[in-house]
């Protein structure tokens, strides 16, 4: 079975503070992926990985940025965290060429105050 | 992004079947999902279509697929309380990118 695995199910902030998240997957993916999900308007994608050290923007990827030095772990930080980046944050891992399967870690739920 | 469409809640009695719809947008869409969520988790892939067929049954789950009116939906068979929860679907329309639907609150009452 896939695993991804996320470093925090649950994180409290202040405004300000840099916040790292972490995601590892343990089945050599080559693609890893953050959303973040919010009530009302689903899992909007932030930023993918389609190798190491490669990134892509996704559709939100406005006060947030990604680091891929290994394969199997994919971190998401915020530089100077604000409120309106309370959420949950779920990533996810699939392999190239099986796009049929996308896989998700458990989430972690950001509280920024 | 695409847009893909869901209602937003359904309510059903233990035993009785639910199906839930979505709508998607991109004809060219070569995978389509569905993924269940439970109360403060991540998402679970539940089963997915291939584009090239109609329907798909896995045990208590059918997905049926309407191409020419780009609808998709996913019929639970014997619903039970373990299947409350939040229903996804999402389409692959390329450059590794999914969209999602808003999700579908699903509540079984026993």
């Known amino acids: 079975d896939v695993k991804v695995t996320q470093s925090s199910r649950y994180l409290v902030k202040r405004t300000g503070e840099k916040v790292f998240l972490e995601c590892v997957q343990d089945?050599?993916?080559?693609?890893m992926f953050w959303y973040r999900q919010d009530p009302g308007l689903g899992l909007r994608l932030i930023y993918f990985?389609?190798?190491?050290?490669?990134?892509e923007k996704g559709d939100i990827p406005e006060g947030y940025s990604v680091s891929r030095e290994k394969k199997e772990r994919f971190s998401l930080i915020l530089e100077s965290a604000s409120t309106n980046q309370t959420s949950m944050y779920l990533c996810?891992?699939?392999?190239?060429?099986?796009?049929?399967?996308?896989?998700f870690g458990p989430g972690t739920r950001l509280l920024v105050l | 992004g695409e847009d893909v469409e869901q209602s937003l809640f359904l309510s059903v009695r233990e035993g009785d079947s639910s199906v839930i719809n979505c709508t998607y947008t991109?004809?060219?869409?070569?995978?389509l999902y569905w993924y269940k969520q439970e109360p403060g988790a991540g998402l679970q892939l539940l089963t997915y279509?291939?584009?090239?067929?109609d329907m798909k049954q896995d045990q208590r789950l059918t997905v049926l697929l309407n191409k020419k009116d780009k609808h998709l939906s996913l019929r639970i068979a014997d619903t039970q309380t373990g299947d409350s929860a939040i229903y996804f679907c999402?389409?692959?329309?390329?450059?590794?990118?999914?969209?999602f639907g808003k999700g579908n609150q699903v509540v079984v009452i026993p």
């Open positions: 996810a891992s699939r392999n190239t060429g099986r796009e049929e399967t996308q896989y």
């Open positions: 089945m050599d993916h080559e693609n």
């Open positions: 990985s389609y190798d190491v050290k490669m990134k």
């Open positions: 991109d004809s060219s869409s070569t995978y």
């Open positions: 279509i291939f584009s090239n067929m």
């Open positions: 999402a389409e692959y329309y390329g450059n590794n990118r999914l969209a």
